[in-house]
């Protein structure tokens, strides 16, 4: 061991504060224990050279770092720090606010709490990166952007009440930015929230990461507009599911928060809780929770929840305008209730593996539009009689993916589900997506078509099952279309809606009731083709039994499927250079209206024999289309090349224009002749 010889008391001093410094370095911070005790006034200056503290056995002292600080005045405090200090608490035993104003920084090493408000003009920083930890039972208001702490800012209230803390500088005001993606901000329990003022709009970084502990919600609680770039996760408890973790919008102030972490990015928490208004824009927010529990609030991973008034864009409404909503395990319930409302406008939310409860005991509602996407495996439409129960819109642009429709166990429930121009796909192949659909509780939940009509997809290769009617909701509604490469079957009678029925190209409606269309409707094949017959259990269409049904009109070009049973009342029109054709004979009446140009027009085939056509009078759309100097064949107006019976009367044909029967099909051209003129 080296021994250290004093000749001096002037050197003797030195190693003395050799050793100091040395223990310093070892020890930042740690030199000092204890409580200093604020006595400088209401107006008074944190530096380490003024004697604004009393350390418990003298008044009057100076402060030193890495004590305790408390202010305990009963009135509003402005505390200027003009020094670099650093404490280990930080603590207001008084309601009285605090603010820290000035020039210097200010870091802690433990936690700052409040029985009052406390506003952070001051610059702040932290010890060796530990980051700012807050417990407050008041708000905190950071007003400096520039705050340089690199450990994170942690929030907590083990106080009860509800508090906030107020991001109204911007990003800045959580310290320095991460040079890489990570936890940086951390929920940690208790009512806190982050709040914004109506003033502002603040963006919070992609690297700020934020970490809920199991047990704790994030609030989000502005005024203005706060919108979250960063990933949101729950830390996940020992069965492996971030259960008790919440998101909370919550109702305060009616402002907005945006979840918007960017494509690829997941959020990953256990419930997310609506009584505000929320707006998800991009990436993925997975909802992951144990619990099985049904029509419970606390227990629905999305729980969306108005204010038992009326709907408002600032409270229950969610709006998912990008990115995806999810449950991330089975069978879990999405519900609403109380006017909340899922405004679902350029995202999508997927229950594949679960079911949404609207209108939970009490009004809601879901709208899916501009491209958004609703994927549910189950979805009750109402469980209540209260207002207008419970609604579900398809508007343009939107697709509602479903298993099925589900009945709710009360037999009075109400509701409606309109058609406006959104689609329906199904999600399974096989069976309708209504279930139990001849239960009388269906009776008060009306399929409404209105003006936008109702699109029946088949896009994504599963038939469509229809068995409830499809009324209409609008004076002129937009009547119902199907498309994709697969088919609708419409299983029951009574649908009164009052416009077209379209089915267009490689699609097949199936007209499997008597009577399942309305009367009045014309249907218009667009490249695809109607079926009237219920199938047999083998799904072959030549074995089934035909059904009856009357329509007004048939137009366009495709194909009719066992119409025996088919009555048209009011004509047909076959389209340009397109055909109708008909496999069987059938009922026709009205206008045969046909139109076409110079290479040729519409036709009418009949498949069998005995196909009469004297109930239908010829009508041409535009005789000025056609080529007076056409070879003859080129206007083929029916081919039946088995027979047909009767001839057409004749509507709108002009002079020198006429009808040429064959056996086995009809020709319009015209006349040419030689024209004497005598003098």
Same mark, same amino acid.
């Given at each position: ?91 207001? /035993?008084? @309601?009285? *606010?605090? +603010? ?8 802690? !090493?433990?936690? %700052?709490?409040?029985? $009052? ?83 502002? /709009?603040? @963006?919070? *970084?992609? +690297? ?8 704790? !919600?994030?609030? %989000?609680?502005?005024? $203005? ?16 599911f971030p259960t008790g973790t919440r998101v909370y919008a919550h109702n305060n102030w009616g402002g907005l928060a945006i979840l918007d972490p960017g494509a690829g990015k997941e959020n990953y928490f256990g419930r997310l809780y609506v009584p505000a208004r929320l707006e998800i824009a991009s990436g993925t927010t997975s909802l992951v929770t144990a619990s099985k529990d049904k029509g419970t609030g606390e227990n629905a991973p999305l729980y969306i929840h108005g204010n038992n008034a009326a709907y408002s864009p600032t409270r229950g409404y969610l709006l998912v305008s990008g990115g995806t909503l999810r449950n991330n395990t089975q069978d879990r319930y999405f519900q609403l209730d109380d006017y909340g409302h899922l405004d679902i406008a350029g995202g999508t939310v997927s229950l594949a593996i679960g079911e949404i409860l609207n209108a939970m005991n009490s009004p809601a509602k879901i709208t899916i539009r501009n491209g958004g996407v609703l994927n549910a495996k189950l979805v009750r439409v109402s469980q209540t009689t209260s ?293």
């Amino acid at each position: 061991m080296k021994r250290i010889i004093v000749n001096t008391k002037a050197e003797c001093g030195k190693v003395i504060a050799l050793f100091m410094v040395a223990a310093s370095a070892i020890l930042p911070c740690a030199t000092k224990a204890g409580t200093y005790t604020w006595i400088g006034g209401n107006s008074g200056t944190w530096d380490k050279t003024s004697l604004n503290w009393s350390d418990g056995t003298t008044s009057g002292v100076a402060w030193q770092d890495g004590n305790d600080a408390v202010f305990n005045n009963t009135a509003a405090m402005t505390i200027t720090v003009s020094d670099a200090i650093s404490a280990a608490n930080v603590t207001g /035993n008084s @309601t009285g *606010d605090i +603010k820290f104003n000035g020039s210097g920084t200010l870091a802690w !090493t433990g936690w %700052l709490g409040s029985s $009052g408000h406390v506003y952070l003009d001051c610059p702040l920083t932290d010890v060796n990166g530990a980051g700012l930890h807050f417990d407050s039972n008041g708000h905190v208001f950071f007003r400096n952007a520039n705050n340089t702490h690199t450990g994170g800012t942690y929030f907590k209230n083990t106080r009860g009440a509800f508090r906030a803390f107020a991001l109204n500088a911007g990003d800045g005001a959580l310290g320095a930015l991460p040079a890489a993606a990570q936890d940086n901000i951390f929920a940690q329990g208790g009512n806190v929230a982050l709040f914004v003022d109506n003033r502002y /709009n603040v @963006t919070l *970084d992609a +690297k700020r990461q934020i970490l809920i502990s199991d047990g704790a !919600t994030m609030f %989000l609680s502005p005024a $203005g507009t706060i919108r979250i770039k960063g990933i949101i996760r729950g830390a996940n408890a020992s069965n492996g599911f971030p259960t008790g973790t919440r998101v909370y919008a919550h109702n305060n102030w009616g402002g907005l928060a945006i979840l918007d972490p960017g494509a690829g990015k997941e959020n990953y928490f256990g419930r997310l809780y609506v009584p505000a208004r929320l707006e998800i824009a991009s990436g993925t927010t997975s909802l992951v929770t144990a619990s099985k529990d049904k029509g419970t609030g606390e227990n629905a991973p999305l729980y969306i929840h108005g204010n038992n008034a009326a709907y408002s864009p600032t409270r229950g409404y969610l709006l998912v305008s990008g990115g995806t909503l999810r449950n991330n395990t089975q069978d879990r319930y999405f519900q609403l209730d109380d006017y909340g409302h899922l405004d679902i406008a350029g995202g999508t939310v997927s229950l594949a593996i679960g079911e949404i409860l609207n209108a939970m005991n009490s009004p809601a509602k879901i709208t899916i539009r501009n491209g958004g996407v609703l994927n549910a495996k189950l979805v009750r439409v109402s469980q209540t009689t209260s207002g207008d129960g419970g609604e579900i819109f398809i508007e343009n642009g939107g697709t509602l993916c479903i298993g099925k429709f589900k009945l709710d166990y009360n037999p009075n429930q109400k509701g409606t589900v309109h058609f406006n121009g959104g689609k329906l796909q199904a999600l399974v192949d096989s069976d309708p997506v209504i279930d139990n659909p001849t239960n009388a509780k269906w009776d008060n939940i009306a399929f409404a078509v209105e003006e936008g009509g109702a699109i029946f997809d088949t896009s994504n290769g599963n038939v469509i099952f229809w068995p409830r009617p499809l009324v209409s909701g609008a004076a002129n509604d937009g009547g119902i279309t199907v498309s994709g490469s697969r088919g609708l079957a419409i299983t029951v009678a009574g649908s009164s809606y009052n416009g077209p029925t379209v089915v267009e190209e490689g699609a097949n409606l199936r007209v499997q009731a008597d009577n399942a269309l309305p009367s009045g409707t014309t249907v218009r094949l667009a490249g695809g083709q109607v079926t009237f017959s219920t199938y047999d259990t083998g799904g072959n269409a030549a074995r089934s039994t035909r059904t009856a049904q009357t329509v007004s009109r048939i137009e366009g070009s495709g194909i009719v499927h066992c119409c025996s049973g088919l009555t048209v009342a009011n004509g047909l029109a076959a389209g340009s250079g397109g055909v109708l054709d008909f496999i069987e004979v059938c009922s026709l009446s009205g206008v045969y209206s046909v139109s076409g140009d110079a290479q040729g027009c519409g036709c009418l085939k009949f498949r069998k024999s005995g196909q009469s056509i004297s109930g239908l009078t010829l009508n041409v759309a535009d005789i000025s289309a056609f080529d007076k100097d056409a070879a003859r064949g080129t206007y083929k107006i029916l081919d039946a090349p088995n027979g047909y019976t009767g001839e057409f009367a004749i509507g709108n044909l002009p002079d020198l224009w006429r009808v040429k029967y064959t056996s086995t099909a009809a020709y319009i051209s015209y006349k040419k002749g030689m024209v004497l003129i005598i003098k």
